[in-house]
């Protein structure tokens, strides 16, 4: 048993192939960020034509570092991301399954790319780690921020998101307003370095008795500081920032676990690459004796392998969806017929 994987929801091109266990046979990705990079954010209609430009080469790639290039049968279901994403890019990964699914004889396995994320948290070089439930999950990305309850696979319930910019975007738009490079979250992050978190005073935005979030009045704030202090340096204004944003995931994601009674946190998206969270949630939840997992780094950014995973926890050793059939009834006109 094997499972292709392909992702395209945002500014990455990726595919992966699973076994039947959720070991990674392949992973590959292709990121658009030098095309990007310019804008210091995604062009939808940029993404999309780049998707449509390697998304063949992607799943050949993968097929073949899988060893499967040859095969007749080279994977038993293709899973792809279903949303949420952007539009035009979501369909290029649709299509791509569609297509690759009939030719194949295989099923298609449609996947939340919110669920691949948490998922994503059991990937690792060898057999997966299985999460133990219930657990609440922190999923922060560039697209979201969300707080998970998890009572096992399939069984989750949403507790509150983002109302406005998500937390990964936020780091973006900062390092856009100091002139950092794009993607935010690694720029800012290593400026921080050098920074005094307390050399400049943020907001937390905790939005006390929501398990929501709002991360664009810190934005603000960042963008009101730099208007008014010149004499800021880059650096303090990084460490105050991601201060600010670690301080405000960890107290949330601590009060719903703490509020819901479990006794594990799992972290997956894009930010839980930032080494100020793992910290800091690692050590309030041992504070509280809780266990957390962050998703290994190399699976933090979106991939195809986190798409192949949830659909094998989606099938759960149960038989495979019929295949995709070509509708016999679908009547195609030939055009070099036509009059
Ligand atoms: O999960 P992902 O690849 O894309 C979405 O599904 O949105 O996450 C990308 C986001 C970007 O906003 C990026 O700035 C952020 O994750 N990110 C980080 C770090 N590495 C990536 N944010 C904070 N610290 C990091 N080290
Ligand atoms: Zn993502």
Excluded at 95 to 104: D, P, S
Excluded at 236 to 247: I, P
Aim: net charge positive.
């Amino acid at each position: 048993m094997r499972v292709l994987g392909i992702e395209t929801t945002c500014d990455e091109t990726a595919a992966a192939l699973l076994d039947g266990r959720g070991r990674v046979l392949s992973n590959v990705v292709h990121s658009q960020i030098p095309l990007h990079r310019k804008y210091k954010g995604v062009v939808p209609e940029l993404a999309s034509r780049a998707h449509c430009a390697k998304i063949a080469d992607v799943v050949a790639e993968a097929m073949s570092r899988a060893g499967v290039s040859g095969l007749k049968k080279p994977f038993d279901a293709v899973a792809y991301a279903n949303g949420p994403g952007l539009p035009g890019a979501l369909l290029v990964g649709r299509t791509a399954a569609g297509v690759i699914a009939r030719l194949y004889g295989v099923p298609e396995v449609p996947v939340n790319h919110l669920e691949g994320h948490l998922l994503s948290c059991e990937l690792s070089d060898g057999a997966p780690r299985p999460l133990k439930f219930p657990l609440l999950a922190l999923i922060a990305s560039g697209g979201h921020t969300e707080l998970w309850l998890v009572k096992g696979y399939g069984r989750y319930r949403a507790l509150g998101r983002t109302r406005d910019d998500a937390a990964g975007e936020a780091f973006d738009k900062v390092a856009k307003l100091l002139g950092l490079d794009y993607p935010g979250g690694p720029a800012v992050e290593k400026c921080a370095r050098d920074g005094a978190a307390q050399a400049v005073a943020f907001p937390r935005p905790l939005l006390p008795g929501t398990d929501e979030f709002s991360f664009s009045g810190l934005k603000t704030a960042v963008s009101y500081k730099l208007q008014g202090g010149k004499h800021l340096r880059k650096e303090d204004v990084c460490a105050a920032f991601q201060a600010a944003v670690v301080e405000t995931l960890v107290s949330k994601t601590m009060d719903a676990a703490v509020r819901h009674k479990v006794r594990q946190i799992a972290v997956g998206g894009g930010v839980a690459a930032n080494t100020a969270l793992r910290q800091a949630l690692e050590a309030a939840a041992a504070g509280r004796g809780m266990g957390v997992r962050f998703v290994e780094r190399k699976f933090c950014t979106d991939n195809g392998a986190m798409l192949a995973l949830a659909a094998l926890r989606k099938l759960g050793g149960k038989a495979l969806p019929r295949p995709a059939r070509v509708n016999p009834e679908l009547k195609i006109r030939s055009w070099a017929g036509a009059a």
